[in-house]
Structure formats: C-alpha cells, structure tokens
C-alpha cells in the first residue's frame, strides 16, 4: 500500500498522482488541488510568454484529466503552427548565420519617417545572423513551482487521510 500512491511532475508542463485504488473524497481533493496548481502554472507561463501577435498564447490552455487511474493537469500549446513557435522559443535554434540573396523590397518610410508613395529598393546580399537564444518560459515557469506543487499534493493527500480518520 506503500507505493499505491506516487506523486508524479513529468516534462517541464504536467503535474499529477498515480493511483491502483483510490477513494472518491482524496480523488475529489486531489482535482481541486490539481486545478488549482495548473491553473496558477498557466497563469506562470501567460506572464512570461512572448506575446508579440498574441497568437501563443490564445493557444496556450489548460487541461484537466480525471482519468480512472490518474488525475493530470497540463498547460499545453494547443494549436500545431504555435507549438512550433514555442518549441523554438522555450529551447532555441543553433541555427548558425544563414545568407540573404538580394531582393527587392517596398519601402514605405525611412526610419520614422513616412514617404509620401512607397518606392521599390533593391537590398544587397547580406549575412544574417540564425538562431533563437532558448527563453524557457515553459519550463522556467514549472521549474518555480516544484517545490510547491509536490508540497501542496503531499498536504492535500494528508489532510484527506486525516479527515478519514476522525
């Protein structure tokens, strides 16, 4: 009976406990607890997400499970094209300097400056430098809150058992 109880973080985004058997009212503390966690690690992750278009995090959400033997919470980037972009954001590119061929391109101001008509210019073949310093702001986020998390499960899983004792 020892092991039948295992509190789980696995990856940088999900929080949970694994169960054999598993009475209804620790289940039910365990969910409301669970929410809660997950809904402040989102919470986490919105304030250090990159938010230039908005796009990340309109697809960041939260999920709940309440699976017949486990109870996970995820933040998870929901939608295939953001998923990239965070990946990408959370971990980096090594990419090294890649070269830009010379192109034309529409030019509508010149620095805070706006021309009266846009005038086509001819950009010269250029060197630009690649790759993303990684941001973590998955991970980060989850990494603040270990601690906490499991100390929050272990209270909620006590004081369960506790009230099953009285």
Excluded: C
């Excluded at 094209?81 to 590119?93: D, I, N």
């Excluded at 941001?135 to 986020?141: A, C, H, K």
């Amino acid at each position: 009976m020892a092991n039948a109880i295992d509190v789980e973080i696995r990856g940088d985004r999900k929080i949970g406990i694994r169960f054999d058997k598993f009475p209804n009212d620790l289940r039910k503390e365990l969910l409301k607890t669970i929410d809660g966690l997950i809904h402040q690690l989102w919470g986490r992750i919105l304030a250090r997400e990159p938010h230039k278009s908005g796009d990340l995090r309109s697809a960041t959400k939260v999920q709940l499970f309440n699976d017949p033997k486990k109870v996970t919470g995820r933040v998870a980037i929901v939608d295939k094209k953001q998923q990239k972009k965070a990946g990408a954001l959370e971990y980096g590119s090594a990419s090294s300097d890649f070269e830009v061929k010379g192109h034309f391109q529409k030019l509508d101001h010149i620095f805070q400056n706006k021309l009266k008509a846009p005038t086509l210019v001819f950009v010269q073949a250029h060197d630009r430098l690649g790759g993303l310093a990684e941001y973590m702001f998955l991970r980060g986020s989850s990494r603040a809150m270990k601690e906490e998390t499991i100390e929050e499960l272990r209270e909620a899983v006590g004081e369960t058992i506790a009230k099953g004792d009285s």
